[in-house]
């Protein structure tokens, strides 16, 4: 009899790097010298970071600061969702970044048709807000492995490969 092999499909992403990234990124806003005394405050809850500062010129320089951050700590830029900016008051500004974790229903089925699409002999089932992709040839599931970056690009969410089994 012909053993399967698996793996899932997920989108995620490491939350303690991310508060270890937003933890340096709050010590050089206190370090530097052009955003020294903008009373500008990062908050991390558990979907959001909220960025309030005193203009758009600031708010600009601390998301670069955060995107250099994440990406010395290996997390992907696409977890970002950045909503509009809005004026608070005391003529400041705040921005809201939404953290993208978990592939919605309506993705995962396009996902799973590229794959079946590209492989004949892979099976893809939705198990959630994941994938989980079948094969009795783990060389099948090695090249879907590769077209998930592909459908990374594609679909502009970041996409995991874990427990291959």
Known sequence: MAENFSFDVVSDFNRQELVNALDQVKREISQRYDLK??????HLD??????????????????????????????????????GIEVVSGNKVKQ???L????NQEIA?????????????????????????????KNDLQLTVKL????????????QANNYR
């Open 37 to 42: 005394g903008t009373d500008t405050s990062l």
């Open 109 to 137: 089925k396009k996902i799973s048709k590229n794959i079946r699409d590209q492989f004949k002999k892979v099976n893809v089932s939705i198990n959630g807000e994941t994938l989980r992709v079948t094969s009795k040839s």
């Open 100 to 103: 993208i974790r978990g592939i």
């Open 148 to 159: 998930l970056d592909n459908l990374e690009e594609k679909y502009k969410i970041p996409l």
């Open 96 to 98: 809201t970044i939404t």
């Open 46 to 83: 558990k979907e959001n970071i909220f960025i309030t500062t005193n203009s758009e010129l600031t708010l600009n320089s601390v998301i670069d600061i955060i995107r250099q951050k994440a990406i010395k700590r290996k997390i992907s830029l696409k977890i970002f969702d950045y909503s």
